[in-house]
């Protein structure tokens, strides 16, 4: 009987690997596909525009144009490291209002019993079927209106109000957070504030962070709503400033490569310090 035991996961073993060897040849191939318009930019933002437009294929530049880096980063009608802090400010705020404000309403929604809560979640989801574009013109009026055009505060102060579809993804998140925890708080005397701040919203982290993830990814490439509300070029994030560089240099394809790169590696960066909570906080809404 030891020597069958012994044998039993051998087979098992010996079917499993051509398996995951397919498996991962499979997933190499489809991540080669997905990096190589990444890869060709790096391909292009290093070479002259002779060389891009040329018609033989050229996998790496023969000779690499480190140049371009400094002329992007120090070209006049491009101010990057001012456009890299503004997008990072909007980002960033947006990211943390987004999360507060959503996880608030998550809780209330998911952890509490108020009278027309349910009538209440319902006109929330609700506001997920109105077009954007929808509700542009009266908002820029009014914020025409108070005189803060020209500003963050009309980009930056709805998501002090919460976004309809995080707060219903924080909302299942909250309903999975048991029940006996929040009472067994209640009955020691805490307050709901206090148990959402040190409770719930610890149990939900994973979550948060995908919020938090997904809001910067989406905050980092808005293009429509800074070029109507912002006036400025140093107060333009990196989205319109690069659209404006671009404008001005349609002739010097390696540099617009060089500042799309430039534009792009901030999100890999935060994917790559952020990727084990977001995996885990992925995990958890496909077990919801």
Not at 163 to 192: H, K, N, S, T, W
Request: hydrophobic fraction near 55%; charge should be positive; glycine fraction near 6%.
């Amino acid at each position: 009987m030891s020597a069958a035991a012994d044998t039993a996961p051998r087979k098992r073993t010996g079917r499993a690997g051509p398996a995951r060897i397919l498996y991962h040849a499979v997933m190499l191939l489809i991540s080669a596909v997905f990096l190589l318009p990444f890869y060709w930019m790096i391909n292009s933002a290093l070479k002259t525009n002779s060389a891009i437009f040329s018609t033989r294929t050229q996998w790496w530049p023969a000779d690499p144009q480190w140049s371009n880096l400094w002329k992007t980063i120090n070209y006049p009608d491009f101010p990057f490291f001012a456009q890299l802090g503004n997008s990072v400010f909007y980002a960033g705020v947006a990211a943390i209002a987004t999360c507060m404000s959503c996880s608030l309403a998550g809780y209330s929604f998911g952890c509490l019993r108020w009278r027309y809560r349910d009538a209440a979640f319902a006109v929330t989801i609700a506001a997920l079927l109105i077009p954007p574009i929808v509700t542009l013109l009266p908002t820029y009026l009014f914020w025409a209106k108070l005189g803060l055009t020209g500003t963050y505060v009309p980009l930056l102060a709805p998501y002090f109000l919460g976004d309809a579809f995080f707060i219903f993804m924080l909302r299942q998140f909250f309903l999975g957070v048991p029940r006996e925890l929040l009472d067994a708080a209640r009955m020691d005397g805490a307050g709901e504030f206090r148990i959402f701040w040190q409770i719930a919203l610890p149990l939900i982290l994973p979550a948060l962070t995908v919020v938090a993830i997904f809001q910067t990814v989406y905050i980092w490439q808005e293009f429509m709503l800074p070029m109507i509300y912002l006036r400025d070029r140093s107060s333009f994030p990196l989205s319109v400033g690069l659209f404006s560089f671009r404008a001005q240099r349609t002739t010097e394809w390696s540099l617009v490569m060089m500042g799309s790169l430039l534009t792009t590696l901030p999100l890999i960066v935060l994917f790559f310090f952020t990727q084990r909570k977001f995996q885990q906080g992925i995990a958890a809404s496909g077990i919801k």
